[in-house]
């Protein structure tokens, strides 16, 4: 089979060329012909069990499931037909017997795909009695939970957890079906990258939703609340309300953040570029004592999966704090101090496209005088339900500029959102403290896209330096392979736990898959590309906050770096 053969075929009486060896339903959705699913995800195996996306075939007896059917030339195809709808609404019926009747906890901008589909279709959910008795909720850290009612045993969660290489989630038997659970394995934990929550179609695994309190504390009148997104978020939370992927909304952004009621709001992106300062200082100081490879820590789900899954490693993760994390601690110290606020009255609120940093701003280690750098994170579709809740349009909104002195950022700060960023931030100013000199042409390509495993060695100053740059868990554990046979293979490696970096994060907007995620990243690497500014180095509000402020070895310390050490499991069951 040519995999790039061009063949036609026609569906609903439409001609449509496609490429041989695709799916009908690939080829729909490509061709935006509504074909409803629940199981099917681009990212995981075909598995054709919700029976949903059935089509009907000419010349071809009964029913066929469109995810699981290639395409054949001038194969024709109806999608829908009074029989195609009785068995979708059957099959959808059927599904509700694995799951509530009544889902009062319903949360609009959340992304629940059953329940749209349920309403689309206008299908009784009671029809079937539910086969389900027993319906635990799980808590996976203050990350993610679990409500097992909601579960209609699609396996999408244990697949993408066993692509993850992770495991937790697993299928049980019980009386005559099957279910999934998490592991009793206490060799097994959850590194809360929030993965099974993108890739569930029915609600069932959520972010643990901090809105609420939020709102609350934007009420009281006594605290000044301080919003912070993160640089993937201005390229993604647009789809959430109706614009094309990848739309930048920056401006629009801060406008709705504002609207909601924020004191201030800054850009995650220049926490980002006082964390390539300082990870670029330890990949030099580890490249001169020959201790690399220096890996980055700015994903929280990597740096969880290597205290629990490989503490022998922890020696090598950049002591550098994440972004946010820099940011607000700046925000309670630096910009506290300039304001005259007391730090106690201030809340920092994150926007993060990630389920795992709602874990990061819980580590004690990070505190600073007693206090949580960060407060809450909200995820990308939890801002979006705040928009929705309160009739914030961002397609109407009147744009607005970021506040300063924390809004000011470099495109390098900005490309962090996408795989590959954070190294090639790093490598731009490691350039600039090694040599002296800057760089005359500032992209790293060879690091950039959305392969799994990226590879490259770059010259800097006669010094070859060997980076490895990985997005997904499964393929760290490739590159943790490699370097276990040769620990000196690499000088730097960069890990991001979800595909395509902070692009495709647990707390993104759904649906996601490789295309998006591409557009997403593209995006960002154009803004970066217009900015003038584009080294971190050269912001002139990290000069002046270094000059100002982050003047001693202790102070640095104390705001911009951290320490690591083993962890037992921490998901209770």
Request: aromatic share 8%; charged share 30%.
């Given at each position: 089979m040519n995999k790039n053969k061009k063949i036609q075929i026609i569906i609903d009486n439409k001609k449509i060329d496609c490429i041989e060896g695709q799916t009908i339903l690939e080829v729909a959705m490509e061709n935006k012909i509504d074909i409803p699913g629940l199981c099917f995800h681009s990212d995981l195996d075909i598995k054709s069990n919700c029976r949903l996306c059935m089509v009907e075939i000419k010349d071809r007896k009964g029913l066929h499931a469109s995810c699981s059917t290639k395409i054949e030339p001038e194969m024709e195809i109806i999608t829908d037909s009074p029989k195609i709808k009785r068995a979708r609404e059957i099959n959808l019926e059927l599904v509700f017997a694995q799951h509530p009747k009544e889902d009062k906890n319903y949360t609009p901008g959340l992304n629940y795909h059953l329940l749209e589909l349920a309403k689309k279709y206008n299908i009784r959910t009671d029809r079937f009695s539910n086969r389900k008795t027993?319906?635990?909720?799980?808590?996976?850290?203050?990350?993610?939970?679990?409500?097992?009612?909601?579960?209609?045993?699609?396996?999408?969660?244990?697949?993408?957890?066993?692509?993850?290489?992770?495991?937790?989630?697993?299928?049980?038997?019980?009386?005559?079906?099957?279910?999934?659970?998490?592991?009793?394995?206490?060799?097994?934990?959850?590194?809360?990258?929030?993965?099974?929550?993108?890739?569930?179609?029915?609600?069932?695994?959520?972010?643990?939703?901090?809105?609420?309190?939020?709102?609350?504390?934007?009420?009281?009148?006594n605290k000044i609340v301080v919003f912070q997104f993160a640089p993937s978020i201005r390229t993604s939370i647009g789809e959430e309300l109706g614009m094309p992927y990848g739309s930048i909304v920056t401006e629009k952004l801060i406008a709705g953040i504002k609207k909601l009621g924020a004191d201030k709001v800054f850009d995650t992106s220049t926490g980002a570029d006082f964390t390539t300062m300082e990870e670029a200082g330890e990949l030099i100081k580890k490249i001169e004592e020959g201790t690399t490879p220096c890996i980055t820590s700015c994903c929280p789900s990597w740096v969880k999966f290597v205290e629990f899954y490989h503490p022998e490693l922890i020696h090598n993760l950049a002591t550098?704090?994440?972004?946010?994390?820099?940011?607000?601690?700046?925000?309670?110290?630096?910009?506290?101090?300039?304001?005259?606020?007391?730090?106690?009255?201030?809340?920092?609120?994150?926007?993060?496209?990630?389920?795992?940093?709602?874990?990061?701003?819980?580590?004690?280690?990070?505190?600073?005088?007693?206090?949580?750098?960060?407060?809450?994170?909200?995820?990308?579709?939890?801002?979006?339900?705040?928009?929705?809740?309160?009739?914030?349009?961002?397609?109407?909104?009147?744009?607005?500029?970021?506040d300063n002195p924390l809004g000011t950022h470099s495109g390098a700060g900005v490309i962090?959102?996408?795989?590959?960023?954070?190294?090639?931030?790093?490598?731009?100013?490691?350039?600039?403290?090694?040599?002296?000199?800057?760089?005359?042409?500032?992209?790293?390509?060879?690091?950039?896209?959305?392969?799994?495993?990226?590879?490259a060695t770059i010259e800097i100053n006669g010094k070859s330096i060997k980076i490895a740059v990985v997005n997904g868990m499964g393929n760290a554990k490739k590159i943790l392979k490699e370097i276990e046979k040769n620990p000196k293979l690499y000088d730097a490696i960069e890990v991001m736990a979800c595909d395509g970096g902070c692009i495709g994060g647990g707390g993104q907007p759904m649906p996601t898959d490789s295309k998006i995620r591409k557009q997403r990243a593209e995006s960002l690497y154009q803004i970066d590309n217009e900015k003038e500014i584009r080294l971190a180095h050269k912001n002139p509000i990290i000069k002046k906050v270094y000059q100002d402020f982050l003047n001693s070895k202790e102070k640095i310390h104390l705001i911009c770096h951290t320490k690591y050490s083993p962890k037992k499991r921490e998901t209770k069951i």
């Open positions: 027993t319906c635990p909720i799980y808590k996976f850290g203050p990350s993610v939970v679990f409500d097992s009612s909601k579960c209609i045993d699609c396996r999408n969660c244990v697949d993408v957890c066993e692509k993850q290489g992770i495991g937790f989630l697993e299928i049980e038997k019980k009386d005559h079906f099957f279910q999934v659970v998490p592991s009793k394995d206490e060799n097994k934990d959850c590194i809360y990258c929030g993965q099974c929550v993108v890739h569930c179609p029915t609600g069932a695994l959520m972010a643990i939703e901090d809105f609420g309190e939020v709102e609350k504390a934007i009420q009281d009148k550098t704090r994440s972004p946010q994390i820099i940011l607000g601690g700046l925000i309670k110290t630096y910009w506290a101090e300039k304001e005259n606020i007391d730090p106690k009255n201030i809340i920092v609120v994150s926007i993060m496209p990630c389920v795992a940093k709602k874990y990061e701003i819980e580590r004690k280690e990070l505190e600073i005088d007693n206090l949580k750098p960060v407060d809450y994170v909200l995820t990308t579709r939890e801002l979006t339900h705040l928009f929705i809740k309160h009739k914030i349009d961002l397609k109407k909104i009147e744009p607005q500029k970021i962090y959102g996408a795989s590959g960023g954070v190294v090639e931030s790093a490598l731009r100013t490691a350039y600039k403290k090694i040599t002296k000199t800057e760089l005359t042409k500032l992209e790293f390509k060879q690091v950039r896209g959305m392969e799994g495993i990226k590879k």
